[in-house]
């Protein structure tokens, strides 16, 4: 059966093709990419061809490598907003992308240069994803690929682009799809055919597969959560000029473009940068009820830092003090600059070995390193980057920590484990095993958060589930725990 995570040509890691000696690669002729080279006068697709370099030859990832490159050069408005949807769309859409290609080409796509491949994902997104048009596409790539490796390349890139917009998207897909159901889906939305089967498996089956898909591949709204106690979701909406979230009271969603770090509110720190669903996960972590005090939080996994703002604002609230965890060093100093002024201590170490300064707590969180298939829309090239042998070291660590977030505990308080992917290797089977182990006890998660519907596993299953297409929330999972 074909694997769609592997288009014909394409890489399946989605690095691209390893750095080589030119001499040794065989394909088209193709020049060097010089210092001196003459910019074409287009910032926008020069930033977007940039960051699949950095993608492609530093696995990098392209939400932290654009920003970076679009403030450095200064690029605003109509082209900043091109350059994202540009690179964004290529890296999200690149299996798709190379399938395409490798049908137009006669050679692995390995064997070509990375500046060409690269010119050329870029070309075809715009061909087949964007209303640019054709002619506008083509003569683009060609003047990038002319500044950046010379005129010896050009033709070839021209020819391909020409074949490659002899049809459009949808007459690609019926042409290069697997002929099996969840293979088509998986091609027609980009998406390696593991994480399709994974996505079905968490679902239940596939009725709503095609919608999960599909709000996966598209590029995610921007959600500030407003730091409680000092500023309202109502007024930061009124100062941004976006819209009330709908589940958390905290939230709300961007309506307008630009860097949402440039917004006062976001300088001042009166509110971060958050995804609605990292923020209802925060916020069921405080709602089930603790006999006794309450006062004692722990986030054991708290890098960037965005979970620890608010619970370290809303322990505040309660007289109490939040410890948080991380384990890297420039991940705790994250959380120190983003939890400032509020009764958080932050420490640095590995969370399931590390000295606190309580001997339990009433609540803590265990936000689990994971796969991060929930977060595919914001890390677009993460879907080709990832690989179903990834799980099985994930799951060990994810068991090890909640364990450890149990033991940290004192009996009746309650321990919520998170994860921001719906795989169920990483998400009810975790939960179910380690409760098994320890006897502690599931609580009925969905009832904690009534005002989100449709977030019940599918069979009973323990925990609740967030999805884009359900939700407009990135696909995170959680459960609660009390330690008996």
Same mark, same amino acid.
């Given at each position: 059966?074909?694997?769609?995570?592997?288009?014909?040509?394409?890489?399946?890691?989605?690095?691209?093709?390893?750095?080589?000696?030119?001499?040794?690669?065989?394909?088209?002729p193709?020049?060097?990419?010089?210092?001196?080279?003459?910019?074409?006068?287009?910032?926008?697709?020069?930033?977007?061809?940039?960051?699949?370099?950095?993608?492609?030859?530093?696995?990098?990832?392209?939400?932290?490598?654009?920003?970076? +490159?679009?403030?450095?050069?200064?690029?605003?408005?109509?082209?900043?907003?091109?350059?994202?949807?540009?690179?964004?769309?290529?890296?999200?859409?690149?299996?798709?992308?190379?399938?395409?290609?490798?049908?137009?080409?006669?050679?692995?796509?390995?064997?070509?240069?990375?500046?060409?491949?690269?010119? +050329?994902?870029?070309?075809?997104?715009?061909?087949?994803?964007?209303?640019?048009?054709?002619?506008?596409?083509?003569?683009?790539?060609v003047?990038?690929?002319?500044?950046?490796?010379?005129?010896?390349?050009?033709?070839?890139?021209?020819?391909?682009?020409?074949?490659?917009?002899?049809?459009?998207?949808?007459?690609?897909?019926?042409?290069?799809?697997?002929?099996?159901?969840?293979?088509?889906?998986?091609?027609?939305?980009?998406?390696?055919?593991?994480?399709?089967?994974?996505?079905?498996?968490?679902?239940?089956?596939?009725?709503?597969?095609?919608?999960?898909l599909?709000?996966?591949?598209?590029?995610?709204?921007?959600?500030?959560?407003?730091?409680?106690?000092?500023?309202?979701?109502?007024?930061?909406?009124?100062?941004?000029?976006g819209?009330?979230?709908?589940?958390?009271?905290?939230?709300?969603?961007?309506?307008?473009?630009?860097?949402?770090?440039?917004?006062?509110?976001?300088?001042?720190?009166?509110?971060? %940068?958050?995804?609605?669903?990292?923020?209802?996960?925060?916020?069921?972590?405080?709602?089930?009820?603790v006999?006794?005090?309450?006062?004692?939080?722990?986030?054991?996994?708290?890098?960037?830092?965005?979970k620890?703002?608010?619970?370290?604002?809303?322990?505040?609230?309660?007289?109490?003090?939040l410890?948080?965890?991380?384990?890297?060093?420039?991940?705790?100093?994250?959380?120190?600059?983003?939890?400032?002024?509020?009764?958080?201590? %932050?420490?640095?170490?590995d969370?399931?070995?590390?000295?606190?300064?309580?001997?339990?707590?009433?609540?803590?969180? %265990?936000?689990?390193?994971?796969?991060?298939?929930?977060?595919?829309?914001?890390r677009?090239?993460?879907?080709?980057?990832?690989?179903?042998?990834?799980?099985?070291?994930?799951?060990?660590?994810?068991?090890?920590?909640?364990?450890?977030?149990?033991?940290?505990?004192?009996?009746?308080?309650?321990?919520?484990? /998170?994860?921001?992917?719906?795989?169920?290797?990483?998400?009810?089977?975790? %939960?179910a095993?380690?409760? /098994?182990?320890?006897g502690?006890?599931?609580?009925?998660?969905?009832?904690?958060?009534?005002e989100?519907?449709?977030?019940?596993?599918?069979?009973?299953?323990?925990?609740?589930?967030?999805?884009?297409?359900?939700h407009?929330?990135?696909?995170?999972?959680?459960?609660?725990?009390?330690?008996?």
């Amino acid at each position: 059966m074909t694997d769609s995570s592997v288009p014909p040509g394409g890489h399946r890691s989605g690095r691209g093709p390893r750095k080589r000696d030119d001499k040794r690669r065989s394909g088209p002729p193709r020049g060097r990419q010089g210092p001196n080279r003459p910019p074409t006068g287009d910032p926008a697709r020069e930033a977007a061809l940039d960051t699949l370099r950095a993608v492609r030859e530093d696995a990098a990832y392209a939400n932290l490598v654009l920003p970076s +490159l679009l403030r450095e050069r200064r690029i605003s408005g109509r082209d900043a907003a091109l350059a994202t949807e540009l690179a964004y769309g290529a890296c999200r859409a690149q299996g798709l992308l190379d399938a395409v290609i490798g049908a137009c080409v006669d050679r692995p796509l390995d064997g070509l240069d990375g500046v060409v491949l690269d010119t +050329l994902r870029l070309g075809t997104q715009q061909l087949l994803r964007t209303r640019v048009p054709p002619h506008a596409a083509v003569g683009a790539a060609v003047e990038l690929v002319r500044a950046r490796a010379g005129s010896r390349p050009t033709g070839f890139v021209n020819a391909v682009l020409r074949k490659v917009a002899e049809h459009d998207e949808a007459a690609w897909v019926e042409r290069l799809a697997p002929s099996d159901d969840l293979g088509r889906l998986a091609f027609t939305h980009a998406h390696p055919r593991w994480i399709a089967e994974v996505f079905a498996r968490a679902l239940g089956g596939e009725e709503e597969l095609a919608a999960a898909l599909a709000a996966d591949d598209t590029r995610p709204a921007v959600h500030l959560a407003a730091r409680p106690g000092e500023i309202s979701a109502e007024e930061l909406a009124a100062i941004t000029g976006g819209e009330e979230s709908p589940y958390s009271p905290y939230g709300v969603l961007l309506t307008e473009g630009g860097d949402p770090g440039e917004l006062a509110p976001v300088r001042e720190g009166l509110a971060v %940068v958050q995804d609605e669903g990292s923020q209802l996960v925060a916020l069921l972590a405080t709602r089930a009820p603790v006999d006794g005090e309450d006062t004692r939080w722990l986030d054991l996994c708290a890098g960037p830092g965005g979970k620890a703002v608010m619970l370290g604002a809303l322990v505040a609230i309660e007289g109490g003090t939040l410890d948080a965890v991380d384990r890297a060093p420039h991940r705790a100093r994250l959380v120190e600059q983003a939890t400032e002024g509020l009764p958080v201590r %932050v420490h640095t170490g590995d969370a399931r070995e590390l000295t606190l300064p309580e001997a339990a707590y009433d609540r803590v969180l %265990v936000d689990a390193p994971c796969t991060g298939l929930g977060a595919l829309r914001r890390r677009p090239e993460a879907r080709w980057r990832r690989q179903p042998d990834d799980v099985a070291e994930l799951t060990a660590l994810q068991r090890e920590l909640l364990r450890a977030g149990l033991e940290r505990t004192r009996p009746g308080g309650v321990v919520t484990y /998170a994860t921001c992917s719906p795989h169920p290797d990483e998400t009810a089977a975790v %939960v179910a095993a380690v409760a /098994a182990e320890t006897g502690a006890e599931v609580l009925d998660t969905p009832e904690l958060l009534p005002e989100v519907p449709d977030t019940a596993l599918p069979d009973g299953a323990p925990g609740l589930q967030l999805w884009p297409h359900r939700h407009g929330t990135d696909a995170m999972y959680a459960a609660v725990l009390r330690k008996r």
